[in-house]
């Protein structure tokens, strides 16, 4: 199993460009997150879907949509990117084993805007 | 106030020594609590999830919790060079959310 994996590893957009980051999980998880990480604020909450065919916004959706296209794939979507958003993002995916709950996460999109 | 608190660090160990981190959380009703080790440009992993008051260990980790008192903790034993990272600690409260701590990095020195 891949896990959970996303594409680009790196991108670099001018103020006011639009693109997508993909997500993708095989491990049949039914819940899946974006986050951002920037430098001292940790994790951040951008949207996540508890299931299919639902979304939620999270801590910071601002500037953000995302689509869960199906139960593997969960795309965030920048329609005019900021240097604001200039961040490593991170895709994960929930299990919930036997009343446990564990995130796994993907290895991350390095994004620059310039 | 941050709704999960951890001291920044670093914290600097020599090997062989045990460190131990903090975290604080401020939701009366959270459920579950995690650690997550992140090493330099790479992903969160998960190392340790508890639920209940006590401890938990696995291997060279022991999480320890209180809720009454709204924090957990994480001994590293015998700290490795390799240990060296920033470790997370998430919280679940109620839903389908962690909330993410900033982190404390380690740096263990031989």
């Known amino acids: 199993n891949a896990g959970v994996t996303q594409t680009p590893k790196f991108q670099v957009l001018k103020t006011g460009q639009s693109m997508t980051l993909q997500c993708a999980q095989d491990?049949?998880?039914?819940?899946m997150y974006w986050y951002r990480q920037d430098p001292g604020m940790g994790l951040r909450l951008i949207y996540y879907?508890?299931?299919?065919?639902?979304?939620d916004k999270g801590e910071v959706p601002n500037g953000y949509n995302v689509s869960r296209l199906n139960k593997r794939e969960f795309s965030l979507r920048l329609e005019s990117a900021a240097p604001s958003q200039t961040s490593v993002y991170f895709c994960?995916?929930?299990?919930?084993?036997?009343?446990?709950?564990?995130?796994?996460f993907g290895p991350g999109t390095r994004l620059t805007v310039t | 106030q941050k709704e999960v608190e951890q001291n920044s660090g670093p914290l600097s160990v020599p090997e062989g020594a045990i460190a131990s981190l903090n975290c604080t959380y401020s939701?009366?009703?959270?459920?579950?609590f995690f650690w997550y080790r992140q090493y330099s440009g790479k992903s969160p992993e998960l190392i340790m999830s508890?639920?209940?008051?006590g401890d938990k260990e696995d291997g060279r980790f022991t999480a320890q919790l209180n809720k009454a008192s709204q924090y957990v903790s994480l001994l590293i034993r015998d700290s490795q060079p390799s240990d060296s990272a920033t470790y997370l600690c998430?919280?679940?409260?109620?839903?389908?959310?962690?909330?993410f701590g900033g982190g404390t990095r380690v740096l263990v020195k031989p």
């Open positions: 879907s508890a299931s299919e065919g639902t979304t």
């Open positions: 994960a995916s929930r299990t919930v084993k036997g009343g446990s709950y564990e995130q796994y």
């Open positions: 508890i639920y209940s008051n």
């Open positions: 939701d009366r009703g959270s459920q579950s």
């Open positions: 998430a919280v679940k409260a109620a839903g389908n959310k962690l909330t």
């Open positions: 491990m049949n998880h039914n819940s």
